[in-house]
C-alpha cells in the first residue's frame, strides 16, 4: 500500500501496541511521550515500523504552563495531580504516588503535528485525554478510529471523565464501538473474587461509515471487530481460530454467553486487587 495507515499515540511509554504486529509494513507513526528520558530511549531503539518520538506534552492551549507530576509508577505519571483520597484505598493506589515534579510546557496536537494528518489515534494520558482531543482541531476530520483510555471516577484531581469525553466524540462523528472495562478491588476481603470499582477503561469510537475501505479494514483487523469486515466482505483479514479453542467452543455451545462468562470470571484469583476486560470484542 503506498498511502501508509498514519497513526497517532500519544502516551506512547513502550511503543505502539501489539494490536499492530501483522501490519507494520503498512504503519508510519508519529508519537508523543512528554518524559524527555523515555522519549529518548525510544527513540535510540530499532522499530520495525515507521515511527517517531516526540517529547512533547500536549494539551488544548499552546504555551500553557504545566506542572507533570511524576508518580512512583512512570505510567500514571500525569499533568493532573493524583486523587489519593481515593486512590488510596485499593492496593494498586501506592503506584500512583507522586515522587517528582517537573515544570512543562503544553503544545496542542494539531500544532505538533504540522502536516501530518492520521487515519487513527490513540491517547493515554491518565486524565487529560479531553484536552489533548479539543488540542486536535481539524486534525479529526481524517480520523477513521479513536483509542483513549477513560475514567469513570476521578482517578486524578480535576479530571474530565467518561461523561465529559463522550459528548465531544458524539459531536465530533464518532460512534462508541467498545469497551474494555478495569476495576479495582479493594484489599478487605479475598474470600470471594467478584466485587470492584470500575475505574477506568479503554474506549475505542469509530466512524462506521467511512470504515469500508483498505485502511479501514486494516483498522478493524487491528482492534478485531471481525463482524464488520465479514460485513464488507473482508473476510479474508479475519485470522483462523486456533483448533484448540474451536475445539473448546464446540464443547461449551450449549452454554450461554452470560455463563460462559460468569465461568471466566470464576478464575480470577481471590487475591486479585484489579480486573481487565479482554480486548475490544
Not at 63 to 79: D, I, N, R
Not at 170 to 189: C, Q
Request: aromatic fraction near 10%; hydrophobic fraction near 40%; charge should be negative.
Amino acid at each position: 500500500m503506498t498511502d501508509p495507515i498514519r497513526l497517532i499515540d500519544v502516551g506512547a511509554r513502550g511503543g505502539i501496541h501489539k494490536r499492530w504486529d501483522a501490519f507494520h509494513a503498512l504503519m508510519d507513526v508519529l508519537a508523543f511521550e512528554p518524559d524527555p528520558e523515555e522519549c529518548a530511549s525510544l527513540n535510540s531503539r530499532r522499530h520495525p515500523y515507521s515511527i517517531r518520538f516526540l517529547p512533547v506534552a500536549l494539551g488544548a492551549q499552546d504555551g500553557e504552563q504545566a506542572t507533570l507530576f511524576v508518580a512512583k509508577e512512570p505510567g500514571c505519571s500525569s499533568l493532573l495531580r493524583p486523587n489519593m483520597e481515593l486512590c488510596s484505598r485499593y492496593p494498586f493506589g501506592e503506584a500512583m504516588k507522586t515522587v517528582g515534579e517537573r515544570s512543562i510546557t503544553i503544545t496542542r496536537l494539531d500544532t505538533a503535528c504540522g502536516d501530518f494528518r492520521p487515519d487513527v489515534m490513540k491517547v493515554d494520558t491518565q486524565g487529560t485525554e479531553l484536552d489533548v482531543l479539543r488540542g486536535a482541531g481539524r486534525l479529526l476530520d481524517t480520523v477513521l478510529a479513536v483509542e483513549l483510555e477513560v475514567e469513570f471516577v476521578p482517578q486524578y484531581v480535576g479530571q474530565a471523565l467518561f461523561s465529559d469525553v463522550d459528548p465531544f466524540m458524539r459531536h465530533e462523528g464518532f460512534a462508541l464501538r467498545g469497551l474494555r472495562r478495569t476495576n479495582w478491588r479493594e484489599a478487605a476481603d479475598h474470600l470471594h473474587p467478584y466485587g470492584g470499582q470500575i475505574l477506568h477503561g479503554d474506549v475505542l469510537y469509530l466512524r462506521p461509515e467511512r470504515m469500508d475501505c483498505h485502511k479501514g479494514h486494516v483498522i478493524l483487523a487491528a482492534y478485531q471487530q471481525y463482524d464488520l469486515l465479514a460485513r464488507f466482505g473482508a473476510s479474508h483479514m479475519i485470522p483462523r481460530v486456533p483448533p484448540l479453542i474451536r475445539f473448546a467452543s464446540r464443547l461449551l455451545s450449549g452454554y450461554p454467553n452470560r455463563e460462559l462468562r460468569r465461568f471466566v470470571d470464576h478464575l480470577r484469583p481471590k487475591s486479585a486487587t484489579d480486573w481487565h476486560d479482554p480486548d475490544f470484542f
